[in-house]
C-alpha cells in the first residue's frame, strides 16, 4: 500500500490551493492509499529555526542550525512539532506539495518547514545527500498556483522561468535523495479578474480538480526532473568538464 503525504502552504484552506490540496486526498484515497496531510498555516507551524526550540543546548555561543539540529538528533531531542513532521515523511512513499509562488518563491512557511524539518543529523547527514541520500526511491511532486499568466511565466517571460523558481525547492529535497517530479502548474491565479475572465479562471480551475484524480492515477508514470549525478562532480565539487549540464544552477564555465 502506497502512503502518501500531502503538504499544503496556504493561509486559507478555502483557497483553490486548499481545494486542490484536498482533490489530491480525495485521489489518493479512490486509490487506496494511507494519506497524511500537514496544513502548515493550519497546524500553526512554526517556521522560524532559533535556539529557542533547542532548550537542551549544551553550548551557549552563537546559534549554529546545523550543530543544534545534530545534536538534538543524537539525544532524540529534536522540537515535538518537527519530529511530527519527520516521522509522516518517513512513511511517506510519495510526498505532494501545494502551494502558490510568492515573490519569485514558495511562502515563507514551506522554507520554514525545509529549514526545521529537514534536521541535519536525522534525516541527511555529510554521508547521506544527493545520491547516497536516505530518501532515494521516494518521489515528490509540486503542484504550484501562480498569479502571472503562462507565457509571463515562460523562460523568455518577464516574470521569470517558473521552473527555474522552483528549482532551489526541487534540489532542497534532490539533497534528500528524493525523486522529484516535473511539477504541476496552475497560472493566472488571483482575485482581480472580473466578468469573462473569472468565468473562464473559474473553469480552468474546475478541470484542474476534476484532473486531479487522472493526475496521481499516472503518478509513477510521471516525467522526472533531471539532476547531475555524483560522478559528475569531481573531488572539489565541480562538475567535470566531459558531463552535461543539466540546469542554468549548475553549468559550465563561460
Same mark, same amino acid.
Given at each position: 500500500?502506497?502512503?502518501?503525504?500531502?503538504?499544503?502552504?496556504?493561509?486559507?484552506?478555502?483557497?483553490?490551493?486548499?481545494?486542490?490540496?484536498?482533490?489530491?486526498?480525495?485521489?489518493?484515497?479512490?486509490?487506496?492509499?494511507?494519506?497524511?496531510?500537514?496544513?502548515?498555516?493550519?497546524?500553526?507551524?512554526? @517556521?522560524?529555526?532559533?535556539?529557542?526550540?533547542?532548550? &537542551? =543546548?549544551? $553550548?551557549?555561543?552563537? +546559534?549554529?542550525?546545523? *550543530? #543544534?539540529?545534530?545534536?538534538?538528533?543524537?539525544?532524540?531531542?529534536?522540537?515535538?512539532?518537527?519530529?511530527?513532521?519527520?516521522?509522516?515523511?518517513?512513511?511517506?512513499?510519495?510526498?505532494?506539495?501545494?502551494?502558490?509562488?510568492?515573490?519569485?518563491?514558495?511562502?515563507?512557511?514551506?522554507?520554514?518547514?525545509?529549514?526545521?524539518?529537514? @534536521?541535519?543529523?536525522?534525516?541527511?547527514?555529510?554521508? &547521506? =545527500?544527493? $545520491?547516497?541520500?536516505? +530518501?532515494?526511491?521516494? *518521489? #515528490?511532486?509540486?503542484?504550484?498556483?501562480?498569479?502571472?499568466?503562462?507565457?509571463?511565466?515562460?523562460?523568455?517571460?518577464?516574470?521569470?522561468?517558473?521552473?527555474?523558481?522552483?528549482?532551489?525547492?526541487?534540489?532542497?529535497?534532490?539533497?534528500?535523495?528524493?525523486?522529484?517530479?516535473?511539477?504541476?502548474?496552475?497560472?493566472?491565479?488571483?482575485?482581480?479578474?472580473?466578468?469573462?475572465?473569472?468565468?473562464?479562471?473559474? $473553469?480552468?480551475?474546475?478541470?484542474?480538480?476534476?484532473?486531479?484524480?487522472?493526475?496521481?492515477?499516472?503518478?509513477?508514470?510521471?516525467?522526472?526532473?533531471?539532476?547531475?549525478?555524483?560522478?559528475?562532480?569531481?573531488?572539489?565539487?565541480?562538475?567535470?568538464?566531459?558531463?552535461?549540464?543539466?540546469?542554468?544552477?549548475?553549468?559550465?564555465?563561460?
Amino acid at each position: 500500500m502506497t502512503t502518501t503525504l500531502i503538504v499544503l502552504a496556504h493561509p486559507d484552506p478555502r483557497s483553490f490551493n486548499g481545494a486542490w490540496a484536498n482533490a489530491t486526498r480525495s485521489a489518493c484515497e479512490a486509490l487506496g492509499d494511507t494519506v497524511l496531510f500537514s496544513d502548515l498555516v493550519t497546524m500553526g507551524f512554526e @517556521a522560524v529555526e532559533r535556539a529557542s526550540h533547542y532548550p &537542551h =543546548r549544551r $553550548d551557549d555561543s552563537c +546559534f549554529d542550525t546545523l *550543530k #543544534a539540529q545534530e545534536e538534538a538528533a543524537d539525544q532524540n531531542l529534536l522540537p515535538s512539532d518537527v519530529k511530527l513532521e519527520i516521522e509522516k515523511l518517513r512513511r511517506a512513499d510519495r510526498v505532494v506539495f501545494h502551494f502558490p509562488v510568492w515573490w519569485f518563491a514558495p511562502p515563507a512557511i514551506l522554507k520554514g518547514w525545509f529549514d526545521r524539518v529537514l @534536521a541535519h543529523g536525522e534525516l541527511h547527514s555529510v554521508e &547521506h =545527500r544527493f $545520491d547516497a541520500g536516505r +530518501f532515494r526511491g521516494r *518521489k #515528490a511532486l509540486f503542484c504550484v498556483t501562480t498569479g502571472s499568466d503562462e507565457r509571463e511565466s515562460a523562460f523568455n517571460g518577464k516574470e521569470g522561468d517558473i521552473q527555474m523558481l522552483l528549482w532551489p525547492a526541487a534540489y532542497t529535497l534532490r539533497y534528500l535523495g528524493f525523486s522529484v517530479a516535473v511539477p504541476e502548474i496552475v497560472h493566472g491565479v488571483h482575485g482581480y479578474h472580473q466578468g469573462a475572465k473569472q468565468k473562464f479562471l473559474e $473553469d480552468r480551475l474546475a478541470s484542474t480538480l476534476d484532473a486531479q484524480d487522472r493526475l496521481m492515477a499516472k503518478f509513477e508514470n510521471r516525467a522526472l526532473l533531471q539532476f547531475n549525478a555524483d560522478t559528475d562532480f569531481d573531488e572539489k565539487g565541480t562538475l567535470k568538464e566531459d558531463r552535461p549540464s543539466l540546469s542554468h544552477f549548475i553549468r559550465k564555465g563561460p
